[in-house]
T-cell receptor
Framework: SQQGEEDPQALSIQEGENATMNCSYK?????LQWYRQNSGRGLVHLIL?????REKHSGRLRVTLDTSKKSSSLLITASRAADTASYFC?????????FGKGTRLHILP | EAEVAQSPRYKITEKSQAVAFWCDPI?????LYWYRQILGQGPELLVQ????????DSQLPKDRFSAERLKGVDSTLKIQPAELGDSAMYLC?????????????FGPGTRLTVL
């Protein structure tokens, strides 16, 4: 069963532009994490935001969490070719982690 | 830098055969996860271990899948017999914290193709 659902499913932008991906979920959570997956590889953890936090930054990444709307967003600023990947949100509730279907991001040269 | 190791990286088998995947987590990580990822989808948890104990195997098809982590270190996931629908990427991850509190470190995965 999928708790989180990313939007859009696919996104293509020009290099240097900002990319925004959204994640919506259905039930209350303890925290939410974002992961990146390059084609055919394992996932890499990007950032974790707790339910009592509203915003976190890590380098070119900015994550927001709105628990009242049950949604999160991941912003990647000044995109690079190396950012081409799939991005997944993962919600944690009661020590159960559920991944969404992901957003496929393609950075155009 | 410590990494999660998985083998084999690729496996092709015929339906009704048995297959086994191996995972060696980052040293000291008590929590180990096995996920199945169908192309175009997110990872789906199959089984979670805390040391040698199974914490969650509610999504594991127990009629054909089994998993063990005998000494609380490395782990094996087995499928017997394999079916066409089992073709997927099998990912192993480990964590030093309780589920969901910390980040998970993923291995490169095993790509299974069942013919």
């Amino acid at each position: 069963s999928q708790q989180g659902e990313e939007d859009p499913q696919a996104l293509s932008i020009q290099e240097g532009e900002n990319a925004t991906m959204n994640c919506s979920y259905k039930t209350s959570i303890n925290n939410l994490q974002w992961y990146r997956q390059n084609s055919g590889r394992g996932l890499v953890h990007l950032i974790l935001i707790r339910s009592n936090e509203r915003e976190k930054h890590s380098g070119r990444l900015r994550v927001t969490l709105d628990t009242s709307k049950k949604s999160s967003s991941l912003l990647i600023t000044a995109s690079r070719a190396a950012d081409t990947a799939s991005y997944f949100c993962a919600t944690n509730r009661d020590d159960k982690i559920i991944f969404g279907k992901g957003t496929r991001l393609h950075i155009l040269p | 830098e410590a990494e999660v190791a998985q083998s084999p990286r690729y496996k092709i088998t015929e339906k009704s055969q048995a297959v086994a995947f191996w995972c060696d987590p980052i040293s000291g990580h008590a929590t180990l996860y096995w996920y199945r990822q169908i192309l175009g989808q997110g990872p789906e948890l199959l089984v979670q271990f805390q040391d040698e104990s199974v914490v969650d195997d509610s999504q594991l098809p127990k009629d054909r899948f089994s998993a063990e982590r005998l000494k609380g270190v490395d782990s094996t996931l087995k499928i017997q017999p394999a079916e066409l629908g089992d073709s997927a990427m099998y990912l192993c991850a480990s964590s030093s914290a309780l589920a969901g509190i910390g980040e998970q470190f993923f291995g490169p995965g095993t790509r299974l193709t069942v013919l």
